[in-house]
């Protein structure tokens, strides 16, 4: 009796405090990492009153259902103050990392799949091995539901192979795979000394590599402060200015539109976001020049990237304050939110095609 083959496919996650990122040669995409626990019955409602909004997305897991992505802001804001965003999670994150996969595989019910995830630079030496085991779920496969268009997608995804990287390593993959698409050899590449400023939600993770291989050692690969300190010294001008209280949700919005709702109307804030923006650019610049003061000289190259560099606004700061301060001309890739994720669906790929 032949053996049916199973349906194999490499997946990238980018699991990040701000937005879980995904991405397969199948679909790409990110959901905000919010996550709010709701009753079987809400969860009808959600589904049956938003067939047309594609931001609605419950996920079902262990007969328990979830609101996940940017919606939970809107209709469980409490959920969208004390999640992921403050520390390590361990049941959001899971949920947020079963998503991805979900997502990423769009309607494939059934799949075996090569998985590539990031831990921050500080974290990843410690964490890495216990992360490997937990998304290896003891050779089980995943199986949940997600709903989306009011659509049901059964998922049953077992995970046969994953790699843990330190989490800039994704755009180093990116960078490159363009390079080498744009016609530079791998052998000019792997002695390129390559610096990654990755600027997210939570951590800014700072490492430094040679070719593929990140270089080690005091003080060289760190994580800093990112996007939570810019919102919350946004929040602090934005509500002494128009004398106000908002949320953490709110302010983020302020951030990518300029305005914020003051009774209903929408009043102009771009003064305070850029100021906001400088402000913590000017610090961020300042701590990474000090740390890698012994090693600007050496680089041949400086990449920034992560989702906060999806705010064009933000991007444009760092890059001339980069260039004024140390006199780089700093590298962005062409979709910084998703550079990571990308890079790390490109190892799942390499993995999944030798094996």
Not at 245 to 266: A, C, F, Y
Not at 286 to 305: A, G, R
Request: glycine share 6%.
């Amino acid at each position: 009796m032949q053996t049916k083959l199973k349906n194999r496919i490499a997946v990238g996650v980018d699991r990040g405090f701000g937005a879980t990122k995904y991405y397969s040669d199948i679909l790409s995409g990110h959901v905000d990492s919010l996550v709010a626990p709701v009753t079987e019955k809400r969860a009808a409602e959600l589904i049956a009153n938003n067939k047309d909004d594609d931001s609605v997305i419950l996920i079902k897991i262990n007969d328990e259902y979830y609101l996940i992505g940017s919606y939970v802001a809107k209709v469980e804001p409490s959920y969208a103050e004390r999640d992921l965003r403050r520390s390590r999670d361990s049941i959001n994150e899971t949920i947020l990392f079963i998503a991805g996969m979900g997502l990423a595989t769009e309607d494939v019910e059934e799949a075996e799949l090569v998985v590539t995830t990031g831990l921050p630079t500080d974290d990843y030496d410690r964490l890495k091995e216990s992360y490997e085991q937990k998304i290896l779920n003891r050779d089980k496969p995943y199986e949940f539901s997600i709903f989306r268009n009011g659509k049901e997608y059964k998922k049953s995804l077992k995970v046969i192979k994953t790699s843990i990287e330190n989490q800039p390593k994704g755009t180093i993959i990116a960078t490159i795979n363009k390079k080498l698409a744009e016609g530079i050899s791998w052998n000019d590449l792997k002695s390129r000394r390559f610096a990654v400023c990755d600027i997210g939600f939570n951590t800014t993770d700072l490492s430094i590599y040679v070719g593929k291989d990140i270089v080690r050692g005091d003080k060289i690969n760190f994580s800093t402060f990112a996007m939570v300190q810019i919102v919350a010294t946004a929040k602090k001008m934005i509500e002494e200015a128009f004398d106000c209280k908002k949320t953490e949700n709110e302010i983020l919005e302020s951030l990518v539109t300029g305005e914020v709702k003051i009774r209903g109307k929408m009043k102009d804030c771009s003064e305070q976001v850029k100021e906001a923006f400088i402000r913590n650019a000017n610090l961020l610049v300042s701590e990474i020049t000090s740390k890698w003061e012994v090693y600007l000289d050496s680089f041949d190259e400086m990449i920034l990237t992560g989702g906060t560099l999806a705010n064009c606004v933000f991007a444009d700061i760092l890059q001339s304050l980069f260039e004024e301060k140390c006199g780089w001309n700093i590298t962005v890739p062409q979709n910084p939110q998703y550079a990571n994720a990308f890079g790390f669906y490109l190892i799942s790929a390499s993995i999944l095609q030798n094996m």
